[in-house]
């Protein structure tokens, strides 16, 4: 199995590895994924089979309704987050929190140019990090040591 896959799934949040799991759709992962992702999940505390159990969680957007958040006004940016590290801490900080979010350019990263040089696409923009607007300030205060940890220093980059 590839390193890349590896790591793009590895990224992804514990809900949409639970869905990958969910859906089972093998037009889009070859089988051998599924096991990758139980392994993943396993390696991140969670009970598979258990998790499979329930309905879809508090994260799961759009299974309460037919539009995507994007569209929604109820959602508001909360940080550029260009690092991808920070963006997976991020993802995992929020998921544990409760809070309904989502991330607005992760998966356009490599659709144009050159792809992410830097952490992101320069023509799309860093992946932003949109939560519910009743809950921003609350995902802020979460968020705020990561964004502090990684704002550039500065004079950096300077001679």
């Known amino acids: 199995m590839s390193d890349d896959l590896r790591l793009r799934l590895d990224q992804m949040t514990t809900a949409e590895l639970l869905e990958v799991l969910r859906v089972h759709d093998l037009k889009e992962w070859r089988p051998e994924v599924f096991p990758l992702v139980e392994s993943?999940?396993?390696?991140?505390?969670?009970?598979?089979?258990?998790?499979?159990?329930?309905?879809?969680?508090?994260?799961?957007?759009?299974?309460?309704?037919?539009?995507?958040?994007?569209?929604?006004?109820?959602?508001?940016?909360?940080?550029?987050?260009?690092n991808p590290a920070a963006l997976a801490m991020a993802k995992s900080l929020l998921e544990e929190s409760g809070l309904r979010f989502f991330i607005k350019n992760e998966g356009t990263q490599g659709l144009f140019g050159l792809g992410a040089i830097g952490g992101y696409n320069l023509i799309i923009g860093p992946p932003v990090v949109m939560v519910e607007a009743s809950r921003s300030e609350e995902a802020r205060e979460l968020l705020e040591p990561l964004?502090?940890?990684?704002?550039?220093?500065?004079?950096?980059?300077?001679?």
């Open 40 to 82: 993943i999940l396993r390696g991140r505390g969670v009970d598979v089979a258990g998790a499979l159990a329930q309905p879809p969680g508090r994260n799961d957007l759009l299974g309460a309704a037919d539009t995507a958040p994007e569209s929604s006004p109820d959602f508001v940016k909360v940080a550029d987050l260009p």
């Open 147 to 159: 964004l502090a940890a990684n704002a550039p220093n500065p004079g950096e980059g300077e001679i």
